[in-house]
């Protein structure tokens, strides 16, 4: 399929095209531009089923897409539609595919403590302590077909130097990837699958460094060196400038960002200059123009070179190889290998003499990072990277002829023209960016504009300059001033951060959306920002639809974490009523963001005698019941109490083993929790919801379900359900 030369128009055919066939050509130059789209689409039905497909259903899928694709005449829309249906084939293939590939061991319980030797891959300073990745395994207590593949802990105290590639001996205390805290929330379980982390737990003592037990092979060679490049420079800056200042500092030289304390991270967060931090487009792009001016002007001072030979290309050449310099040493996440992919392209065009097309180059990036791992499409870091890309390019590409952009007379009117750039850029991008900062972390900046307007001409002028330097100096040890110089820019960055952050109603919190509005405005989204003409008003649609299904979402009415031991009750104002302060407190602190809600600020506390002021709860030395909507709900004590209720509530949430038969009441209990974690409620007068984590999650590989023995044992504990108080 020949591609067009030109960017006239990229879209979707307008009404004013002359015949058929130029309708069509159209259309197949607009294939690329949608190809990552219909793989998304391939992808999500994949992560979407509640079982895992044979190897047979990717085949067919692939089979039928060729198929689809010979049987169609050439040069008729049935051909491209027959295009899209393949690259929704290829999604779902290449997502069973990595499933495949990545798939290993992970601990079910929680063992330890016990003995774990593994290799160091990567240990990351926090801000307190530190935390280390470890491979190739041998824990004790564990056959060899049960050990995962990697494990992570956090060390605490004084503990020695640590490098990748080092082989180390500790007590360790190991746990299974937490699942989801409430069913929608974030599947770290599903993340840590791709990453092969196949347990989390902490070190008990000192870790004990041990002889090398094993050569490496090339490609670990390759991978120890890199991360103990990143470690090095991390350790030199952070050596340097202590504090914040150095950690963030290190965070946008090497992406390490573990340094930064959580108060600092927050004001950048509330702020709206966490992007900042993201290695991205600001970063590699301006590191690669700054590096491709800098050459193509040294080349030129030498006029037996300029003349004789094509120094455009010999610079491009320099800048892609520094752009990927910067890119591995940051660590390749996701805004950083779509940053580098797009930059990589451009700079490719130029060696061939040919014009790069924007909006392509996003297409082509997206459907790269799809490609090698499909799970990334699941990700705040990709949807945010991609959003906001998108957004800016498809703006700038229609506003071209809005003269919108002209540069006033003199110096001031470049600052003025500058300033306003900023502006418009921070405004697209947030609006681009908003609906999944919602999404993942229920927040969103308020006053992003003001902070960005400072922040951004001293990251693109002052910051990245200096980054460049850093790199630069560090093969010699010149890296001093330029890492002091790159500070100050910092300081300057989070005095910002928390200047507007300190401002009232600087970070908003929002309800959870539910995945049927993500889907519904990034699929508008996309078709504002992929037609032309009239046709972009269609995806005025999908922003439509997602705001109604927001809207209309209800949040439970209880809430059971997957020990029985936190629960969490609504009422008649809609605020939480949690039954504990002292257990689960990261589930916890989910459900109140998951209800746009800061911490609870004990006004309304879990009545353990008496009534609560609301009235919904009523609790006594047996147990306690919720009453909403004529609906009741038990959570009992004691075993005679627990009797009582089976015959009188509509659910019993009960810790002890369920020997009675409950009439009709729905009796959730500990062995149900433990193998289908938390339990959300949903009570109205004419039914009952009832959904779970691993409900919703269904049978799939990274779903961590613990042994039948642990159930049997849970659920003949006889343990109470309620926390005493």
């Known amino acids: 399929m020949a591609l067009p030369t030109d960017d006239k128009d990229i879209g979707v055919p307008s009404s004013d095209m002359n015949t058929p066939v130029d309708s069509v050509d159209r259309g197949r130059s607009h294939v690329l531009v949608w190809a990552p789209v219909f793989l998304g689409t391939g992808i999500g039905v994949y992560f979407s089923l509640p079982w895992e497909p044979s190897a047979a259903v990717g085949a067919a899928a692939l089979l039928g897409g060729v198929a689809a694709v010979l049987a169609c005449p050439p040069a008729s829309w049935a051909r491209l539609v027959a295009w899209g249906l393949l690259a929704a084939a290829v999604g779902f293939a290449a997502a069973q595919l990595r499933t495949w590939l990545v798939d290993a061991p992970a601990i079910a319980e929680r063992i330890g403590p016990l003995t774990v030797e593994g290799r160091v891959v990567v240990h990351e300073p926090l801000p307190k302590g530190s935390r280390v990745i470890l491979d190739r395994l041998h824990i004790t207590r564990l056959d060899a077909n049960r050990v995962p593949e990697r494990v992570r802990l956090r060390l605490n105290g004084e503990q020695p130097v640590l490098r990748p590639g080092q082989w180390v001996r500790l007590r360790a205390v190991l746990s299974p990837p937490p699942p989801p805290s409430a069913p ?39 991978a120890i060196a890199i991360e103990s490049l990143r470690q090095d420079i991390d350790h030199r800056i952070r050596g340097q400038i202590p504090g914040d200042t150095g950690a963030t500092v290190s965070a946008m ?3 390490v960002r573990g340094g930064i304390s959580e108060k ?35 080349l030129a001072l030498a006029p037996a070179i300029a003349l004789r030979y094509p120094i455009k290309k010999w610079a491009a050449v320099i800048a892609c190889a520094g752009a990927a310099c910067y890119a591995v ?12 992919l797009m930059i990589a392209i451009a700079l490719v065009a130029v060696l061939y003499d040919r014009r790069a097309l924007s909006i392509r180059l996003v297409a082509v990036a997206a ?56 502006a418009l850029t921070t405004v697209i991008a947030t609006l681009a960016t908003a609906p999944y900062s919602a999404y993942h972390f229920n927040r969103l900046a308020a006053y992003g504009l003001a902070a960005n307007m400072v922040a951004v001409p001293v990251t693109a002028l002052w910051i990245v300059p200096w980054t460049l330097l ?62 032309s003409g009239r046709w972009r008003l269609g995806g005025i649609a999908g922003v439509v639809a997602a705001l109604a299904l927001t809207a209309i979402e209800r949040p439970p009415d209880v809430l059971v974490d997957d020990t029985g031991r936190l629960f969490a009750v609504r009422t008649a104002d809609g605020s939480l009523i949690m039954s504990s302060r002292r257990v689960g407190r990261f589930d916890r602190e989910i459900w109140l963001r998951r209800d746009g809600l800061e911490e609870d600020d004990g006004k309304i506390s879990w009545p353990w005698e008496g009534v609560t002021a609301g009235g ?30 089976c015959w009188r509530a509509d659910v019993v949430v009960n810790g002890m083993p369920m020997t009675l038969r409950c009439g009709t009441a729905a009796a959730i209990s500990r062995a149900d929790l433990a193998r289908n974690g938390a339990h959300a409620l949903w009570l109205d007068a004419d039914r009952i919801r009832i959904e779970s984590v691993n409900g919703g999650r269904g049978d799939r ?10 159930l049997l044992s849970t659920s003949a504990t006889g343990r109470s359900a309620v926390p005493e108080p």
């Open 329 to 340: 040493v940051a660590g390749g996440a996701v805004p950083t290998q779509r940053a580098f």
């Open 184 to 222: 929608g929330a974030f599947d770290f379980q599903r993340q840590a699958f791709f990453q092969r982390l196949g347990g989390v737990g902490f070190a008990l003592g000192e870790v004990r460094l041990l002889s090398d037990e094993a050569a490496p092979t090339w490609r670990d060679r390759i």
């Open 470 to 531: 850093v790199l630069a100096g560090l093969p010699f040890g010149l890296q001093a001033v330029p890492v002091a110089m790159m500070g100050r820019g910092v300081d300057v960055v989070l005095a910002v951060a928390h200047e507007v952050a300190s401002w009232p109603g600087s970070s908003e919190l929002v309800p959870a959306a539910p995945v049927a509005a993500l889907v519904a405005v990034t699929l508008g989204g996309l078709w504002i920002c992929l037609t």
């Open 701 to 710: 590989p990274w779903v961590v379900r613990p042994p039948t023995r642990r």
């Open 264 to 298: 600092a991270m927050e004001e950048v967060r509330d702020s709206g200059l966490a992007h900042l931090l993201a290695i991205s487009g600001l970063h590699i792009g301006l590191a690669a123009g700054l590096l491709f001016a800098l050459a193509r002007g040294l």
């Open 253 to 255: 030289v090497t992406g």
């Open 616 to 645: 919904p709860l009523a609790c006594d030395s047996t147990g306690c019941v919720y009453r909403t909507a004529g609906r009741m709900v038990a959570f009992p004590r004691l075993q005679d109490a627990a009797a009582e209720d």
């Open 367 to 422: 459907a790269g990072i799809l490609l090698v791992a499909p799970e990334d499409l699941l990700g705040a870091s990709f949807q945010m990277s991609f959003a906001a890309v998108t957004a800016l390019i498809a703006f700038y590409e229609a506003a071209r002829s809005w003269r919108l952009f002209r540069r006033g007379a003199g110096l001031p009117g470049r600052i003025t023209a500058y300033a306003c750039g900023v």
